[in-house]
């Protein structure tokens, strides 16, 4: 906040420049489970749950969401390009079967559908958010009246961000490297999506078993040309013995 003060010549100095960052304590990492999710969706404006699907599907962050044109946007290949991401670069993120879905519905709300400059999601951020978390405490109150305790209290603590977390937790769950979840979501380092490798426990063990060694298979014996050859021969001579032995067989009969 004082960056932009002083950038705006509204303060000539920072004060809490020599103030050092509080290191957060890692807490419970919030994300929607696919019944959690369901419950959301059905308690949200039909209009919002385009934004939700597309969030949880792509790993966008709001700002890079909110700054989405339609001409970022080709669902002929498939891909949305992110101009510019929180880590200074762009990026281009695939879209799944969901992803499209809902792009598909939000073209349907365009204003201007010949303007390649529209933006693909409308609503300040303040208000999407707060319509947000209406829509989880609503969720929260509709899993507890049909005695999913469990799952209401799993959607504690979910905010717009828990939607990448989300995005996250899904790929390393269905067996996605962690390389591959930090290019896709566009994290600077491979230290941030280390928070999510706890939920794909297996992988570990999948890696130390790579490395028992493999009973070699005995590899088959080279035929020498001279070998082929007496073989045929071999069959040739059979089979002509054969057939004179039937030969006989019939001028006897």
Known sequence: MFKRARRLGLVTANPVTDIPKLREAGGRLAFLSPVGEDALLATLPAE??????LAANTGLRWSEQARLHWLDVDLLTGFITVRLGKNGQARRVPL?????GALLDLVAQRQRPADP???????AYRTVSREF??????AQATLRAAGREDEAARLDGVTWHALRHTFASRL???GVDLRTVQELGGWKTLSMVQRYAHLSPGHLAAAVEKIVAVPAVAAPRAVSTTELRENFDSATTASRELEVRHYVSWRQN
Do not use: K, T, Y
């Open 48 to 53: 919002r749950r385009p934004l939700v699907i």
């Open 172 to 174: 390393v769950a269905a």
């Open 133 to 138: 978390v209406r829509a989880v405490q609503a």
């Open 96 to 100: 799944n079967s969901a992803a499209r």
């Open 117 to 123: 400059d529209e933006l693909v999601c409308r609503g």
